[in-house]
């Protein structure tokens, strides 16, 4: 049985130097550890940078993975993917988000962001059938 959650914010985000939550999941059902992978088109501003992360909404610290990226033009913005692959043992009920910042608080904004989380352990249904490789015909001795 495979348990996940996926979300995605189609509109863009202002971010700010205060780290903003750009996408999350609905509240995860079974608890375990989860594969992550989230995204976010960065228009970055002049002389700005962004950066995104995987956090929780029970702990925001950023344990993992960065991406994003910095514009050190003086003329025009640029465009850069932050993309994050992660994982994350997630208790029930807890809510994944994807968080993201500007680094010099300009006119950077989060686009198309969306978050995936899916659980890669669980001990729900852990039982499987057994299998005979040397099944015996109902005459064999």
């Given at each position: 049985m495979s348990f996940g959650?996926?979300?995605?914010?189609?509109?863009?985000?202002a971010l700010t130097l205060v780290p903003t939550v750009v996408a999350y999941t609905n509240p995860i059902q079974v608890t375990g550890t989860y594969y992550i992978n989230a995204t976010a088109l960065l228009s970055i501003d002049?002389?700005?940078?962004g950066l995104c992360w995987v956090t929780l909404q029970s702990d925001s610290t950023n344990y993992g993975l960065v991406g994003g990226g910095e514009n050190l033009s003086i003329t025009?913005?640029?465009?850069?993917?932050?993309s994050i692959a992660d994982s994350r043992y997630v208790f029930a009920n807890d809510i994944?988000?994807?968080?993201?910042?500007s680094e010099a608080g300009g006119a950077?904004?989060?686009?198309?962001?969306?978050i995936t989380a899916i659980l890669i352990n669980s001990s729900v249904n852990s039982k499987k059938q057994k299998h005979s490789?040397?099944?015996?015909?109902?005459g064999a001795r």
């Open positions: 959650a996926f979300a995605n914010n189609p509109t863009s985000t002049l002389l700005d940078g025009r913005a640029i465009f850069a993917q932050a994944v988000q994807l968080t993201c910042y950077t904004q989060a686009q198309n962001a969306s490789q040397h099944a015996r015909s109902a």
